[in-house]
């Protein structure tokens, strides 16, 4: 478990008592907690949690590394570099782990060894506590090709946090490209690409924390060019599509990506950044080839080309209580 901390002091105590509470003695289970370069307390935070009575079983399997601020990408890819277990999951620091579900579905999933690709279920969240649907958990086999359409058509998302992978996978590429936000977008669908035997885990495992200021609550000019740069791997891959996805399925991935990439735009409110893509993100949005999209595109689809996309979404926004 590869787990990038930054400027978290207030944050990760949550993720630190769902820690405390997980049976890592299943599997040995080997938690790395990177520091990129953090000027707050969180070092500190994290040191006298492990330091408590009863917190000895998580500070037996945790490492704690140093260094320089490299980024969320060079933090993971530091992370990865050490790590000596067979797989990885990589936790955000501000988020929280599902204990029941991690003690009793996802570590004893993982021990059998069978699968080289495991997605996991989540739920977001803004504050704790949270209600949580009361729902079994559980697990399917998937086929590689399956689970791209579901990426696809958004059914699952890029998160890094949302799989647990073989490391083997991880290391057949050049890891996370780092100076670059939106980097799980260039890595996910390669890491299904090379996966043999997937699953999915249905159900919440995983409590993603949104946060104003954050990489995915945020957007400006650079961030829209990562995500550009992004797609224009996908694209790539898709010339190649050495899985056999299908030219269906990379045209509904490569047209959702365009579609996020201008609801970023519309939310970002930073007219620099609307003057320079609207247009081209319109234009190539709507020149896309697309067969049976799901109906929640083809209403933003319409929306685009009438106009209104960016009016609808201002309107759900205050709706929702985003700034």
């Given at each position: 478990?590869?787990?990038?901390?930054?400027?978290?002091q207030?944050q990760?105590?949550?993720?630190?008592?769902?820690?405390?509470e997980?049976?890592?003695?299943?599997?040995?289970?080997?938690?790395?907690f990177i520091?990129?370069?953090s000027t707050?307390?969180?070092?500190?935070?994290v040191n006298?949690?492990m330091?408590?009575?009863?917190?000895?079983r998580?500070?037996?399997?945790?490492?704690i590394?140093?260094?320089p601020?490299?980024?969320?990408?060079?933090?993971?890819n530091?992370?990865?570099?050490?790590?000596k277990?067979?797989?990885?999951?990589?936790?955000?620091?501000?988020?929280?782990?599902?204990?029941?579900?991690?003690?009793?579905?996802v570590?004893?999933?993982?021990?059998t060894k069978?699968?080289?690709?495991?997605?996991?279920?989540?739920?977001?969240f803004?504050n704790?506590?949270?209600?949580?649907?009361?729902k079994?958990i559980?697990?399917?086999?998937?086929?590689?090709?399956?689970?791209?359409?579901?990426?696809a058509?958004?059914?699952?998302e890029?998160f890094?946090?949302g799989?647990?992978?073989?490391?083997?996978?991880?290391?057949?590429?050049q890891?996370f490209?780092e100076?670059?936000a939106?980097?799980d977008?260039a890595?996910?669908?390669?890491?299904?690409?090379?996966?043999?035997?997937a699953?999915?885990?249905s159900?919440?495992v995983?409590?993603?924390?949104?946060?104003?200021g954050?990489?995915?609550?945020?957007?400006d000019?650079n961030k829209?060019?990562?995500?550009?740069?992004?797609?224009d791997?996908?694209k790539?891959?898709?010339?190649?599509?050495i899985s056999?996805?299908?030219?269906d399925?990379?045209s509904?991935?490569?047209?959702?990506?365009?579609?996020?990439?201008?609801?970023?735009m519309?939310?970002?409110?930073?007219?620099?950044t609307i003057?320079?893509f609207?247009?081209?993100?319109?234009?190539?949005?709507?020149?896309?080839?697309v067969?049976?999209?799901?109906?929640?595109?083809?209403?933003?689809?319409?929306l685009?080309s009438?106009?209104?996309?960016r009016?609808a979404?201002e309107i759900?926004?205050?709706?929702?209580?985003?700034k």
């Open positions: 478990m590869v787990i990038p901390m930054y400027n978290v207030k990760i105590i949550d993720l630190l008592i769902s820690l405390a997980i049976m890592f003695e299943q599997l040995q289970v080997e938690i790395l520091d990129d370069g707050d307390n969180t070092l500190r935070v006298d949690f330091n408590e009575t009863g917190h000895q998580l500070r037996e399997y945790s490492t590394v140093t260094g601020n490299r980024g969320l990408s060079g933090a993971r530091k992370g990865l570099e050490i790590a277990g067979e797989y990885v999951w990589f936790v955000d620091s501000d988020d929280v782990l599902r204990t029941r579900a991690v003690n009793q579905v570590l004893p999933l993982i021990k069978k699968y080289d690709f495991i997605q996991i279920g989540y739920q977001r803004t704790l506590p949270i209600k949580l649907p009361d079994t559980k697990v399917r086999e998937i086929e590689s090709k399956n689970l791209f359409h579901d990426l058509v958004g059914e699952i890029n890094a946090w799989h647990i992978v073989k490391k083997s996978l991880m290391k057949s590429f890891f490209p100076n670059r939106y980097e977008v890595t996910t669908y390669r890491l299904i690409e090379s996966a043999k035997h699953a999915v885990i159900g919440v995983y409590l993603y924390r949104y946060r104003q954050s990489i995915t609550s945020t957007a000019v829209i060019t990562d995500l550009y740069w992004a797609v791997r996908i790539e891959s898709a010339s190649l599509d056999d996805f299908g030219k399925n990379w509904l991935f490569i047209s959702r990506m365009l579609m996020v990439i201008y609801i970023e519309i939310r970002s409110r930073n007219q620099e003057n320079i609207d247009r081209k993100l319109r234009k190539e949005i709507c020149n896309m080839k067969r049976k999209p799901p109906i929640k595109y083809k209403i933003k689809y319409a685009l009438l106009g209104l996309l009016s979404f759900k926004d205050k709706i929702d209580g985003r």
